[in-house]
């Protein structure tokens, strides 16, 4: 949809979360093995079978018996967000419906997503706040209901619409400074909002002893690609966020209101861009899920069942794929209420159960998918109270994955692994270091015939198709010994038997 009207319908609605008791303790729990006989007969306990939690948006006044009994997740709609609880000095006021909500959601043995700290919109008295008056309410925020949350969406919506790339320059973002002007706000000397609001709130977090996981949260960042098969410059961006701040960011939230907005649809890359995000070792959360109907030609039967089928199915498939929330309960109560976009009709507590309903449950019933493993085994990305508290004034180091057993004596060796589906593929590459360190490299694939790269991150590229060159960026081309980075590709055919050549620089 237009932006402008989608910023107009963001401001009611509802981000809610969802969280099973599969996640209350520190490790998250997988199931992989196929399902049990007897199918689980709600959301909640299908979820719950299969590894994940599922969960609602919803308001004081909506906390209808059905949300304890189908979700396991609850995140406020509005309750939480700086117009209803900052001061203007940071502090807090108008709690009642936060701690409503709360409240229910713990005598339901239900998560709680707070959401949201930072944000651009619906800033209320901390609009244009300096990042000190910003610290200081995430400190008051997340110590006002400490492990009583799960997730904080620390930062929301802070990059810019129509798959630019770049970030927001609304406010808080105009805080932003780039010292050395090299086109990023990832150096020591650079401001930036969403680092420093990061290490403020993990400062918290660590300091109070909780278990609070920290995420940052968007929308049209779903799948690799956007409509016509383009980039999506917006996810990308999003990546490189997480890869740089990982110390301090736990988890990920994909909004997912999918529409006929060119950038919104549902791609069938949606799963590689989960798992991309999964092998930074965060957790991914489909945070506020909604289906326009306009993407089932107005069908709100069988066709917005499959389109829901196929989002659940892309979490499921990915092991840290932890959470699917859907952004309210029904159509009539959603903020996109013409779209039809939700699993149920009805309202005021009387619901009825449309297909995608059916299909989501169906879908949580089979479970996690045993022949698609992730690449990585499932983290919890949370810091022990132990850990001495994060230094704000040392910038974070580039992320890189631990190191191979038996690295290459000299030079570097590069290993490469596939998701593929039909008619395309994702593949990363590890480059190791042998045993002196290293300050550049590239790497050569030989891709088979029908193969062709379309989008590539972490690496620069010559040639898409046929023999494709791979370089180091700016940020990732010294390797120490034995160490190593990463870098990966997308592209349309089958991608079988690539064996990476790594040569030094």
Same mark, same amino acid.
């Given at each position: 949809m237009h932006s402008d009207l989608r910023h107009r319908r963001k401001v009611a609605r509802t981000?809610?979360?969802?969280?099973?008791?599969?996640?209350?303790?520190?490790?998250?729990?997988?199931?992989?093995?196929?399902?049990?006989?007897?199918?689980?007969?709600?959301?909640?306990?299908?979820a719950a079978k299969a590894g994940l939690f599922f969960g609602v948006a919803a308001s004081p006044n909506r906390l209808y018996p059905i949300v304890g009994q189908e979700f396991s997740q609850l995140t406020p709609e509005n309750d939480m967000k700086p117009d209803r609880i900052a001061t203007s000095s940071g502090g807090l006021q108008n709690t009642s419906g936060a701690d409503t909500l709360v409240n229910h959601a713990q005598s339901n043995n239900m998560?709680?997503?707070?959401?949201?700290?930072?944000?651009?919109?619906?800033?209320?008295a901390l609009q244009?706040?300096?990042?000190?008056?910003?610290?200081?309410?995430?400190?008051?925020?997340?110590?006002?209901?400490?492990?009583?949350?799960?997730?904080?969406?620390?930062?929301?919506?802070?990059?810019?619409?129509?798959?630019?790339?770049?970030?927001?320059?609304?406010?808080?973002?105009?805080?932003?400074?780039?010292? /050395?002007?090299? +086109?990023?706000?990832?150096?020591?000397?650079?401001?930036? &909002?969403? =680092?420093?609001?990061?290490?403020? $709130?993990k400062q918290v977090v660590q300091a109070g002893g909780l278990t609070t996981?920290?995420?940052?949260?968007?929308?049209?960042?779903?799948?690799?690609?956007?409509?016509?098969?383009?980039?999506?410059?917006?996810?990308?961006?999003?990546?490189?966020?997480?890869?740089?701040?990982?110390?301090?960011?736990?988890?990920?939230?994909?909004?997912?209101?999918?529409?006929?907005?060119?950038?919104?649809?549902?791609?069938?890359?949606?799963?590689?861009?989960?798992?991309?995000?999964?092998?930074?070792?965060?957790?991914?959360?489909?945070?506020?899920?909604?289906?326009?109907?306009?993407?089932?030609? /107005?069908?709100? +039967?069988?066709?917005?069942?499959?389109?829901?089928?196929? &989002?659940? =199915?892309?979490?499921?498939?990915? $092991?840290?794929?932890?959470?699917?929330?859907?952004w309210g309960i029904s159509d009539s109560e959603s903020w996109r209420s013409s779209e039809r976009g939700l699993l149920f009709t009805g309202g005021n507590g009387s619901y009825q159960k449309k297909a995608a309903y059916h299909a989501v449950l169906d879908e949580l019933n089979k479970g996690r998918n045993p022949t698609t493993p992730p690449t990585t085994p499932p983290v919890t990305p949370s810091v022990p109270p132990t850990t001495p508290p994060v230094d704000p004034t040392t910038p974070p180091p580039p992320t890189t994955p631990p190191p191979p057993t038996t690295p290459p004596a000299t030079g570097c060796s590069a290993t490469v692994s596939l998701n593929s589906w039909t008619g395309g593929f994702v593949a990363t590459v590890r480059v190791?270091?042998?045993?002196?360190?290293?300050?550049?490299?590239?790497?050569?694939?030989?891709?088979?015939?029908?193969?062709?790269?379309?989008?590539?991150?972490?690496?620069?590229?010559?040639?898409?198709?046929?023999?494709?060159?791979?370089?180091?960026?700016?940020?990732?081309?010294?390797?120490?010994?034995g160490q190593s980075t990463e870098f990966g590709f997308q592209g349309v055919g089958t991608a079988t038997g690539l064996t990476p050549v790594c040569s030094a620089g």
């Open positions: 981000a809610l979360p969802a969280a099973v008791l599969l996640l209350m303790g520190s490790a998250v729990v997988v199931q992989s093995s196929a399902p049990a006989a007897a199918a689980e007969t709600t959301l909640r306990a299908a998560l709680v997503r707070g959401h949201t700290l930072v944000w651009h919109s619906q800033a209320g244009g706040a300096s990042q000190a008056t910003l610290n200081t309410f995430i400190g008051n925020a997340i110590n006002r209901w400490g492990s009583r949350i799960a997730y904080w969406d620390v930062v929301n919506e802070a990059l810019e619409d129509n798959n630019t790339g770049r970030r927001r320059n609304q406010w808080p973002h105009t805080m932003n400074r780039d010292a /050395n002007g090299d +086109g990023d706000f990832f150096d020591a000397g650079d401001t930036d &909002v969403m =680092r420093d609001s990061f290490i403020r $709130a996981k920290l995420c940052i949260n968007d929308y049209d960042v779903d799948g690799l690609t956007v409509q016509g098969g383009t980039p999506n410059r917006k996810a990308n961006a999003l990546y490189d966020i997480v890869r740089n701040y990982r110390q301090y960011i736990d988890c990920v939230g994909f909004q997912a209101h999918f529409n006929d907005n060119p950038n919104s649809i549902i791609t069938d890359d949606l799963q590689a861009n989960i798992q991309r995000f999964a092998d930074l070792g965060v957790e991914v959360h489909i945070t506020e899920l909604d289906i326009d109907d306009d993407l089932s030609n /107005n069908d709100i +039967g069988a066709g917005q069942a499959e389109n829901y089928r196929k &989002v659940v =199915r892309a979490c499921l498939n990915v $092991a840290q794929c932890t959470g699917i929330t859907v190791t270091a042998g045993t002196a360190p290293i300050s550049g490299w590239s790497v050569q694939l030989t891709l088979p015939s029908g193969a062709t790269v379309t989008n590539a991150w972490n690496a620069n590229r010559s040639g898409s198709s046929g023999t494709v060159q791979f370089s180091n960026v700016s940020y990732n081309g010294s390797v120490n010994a």
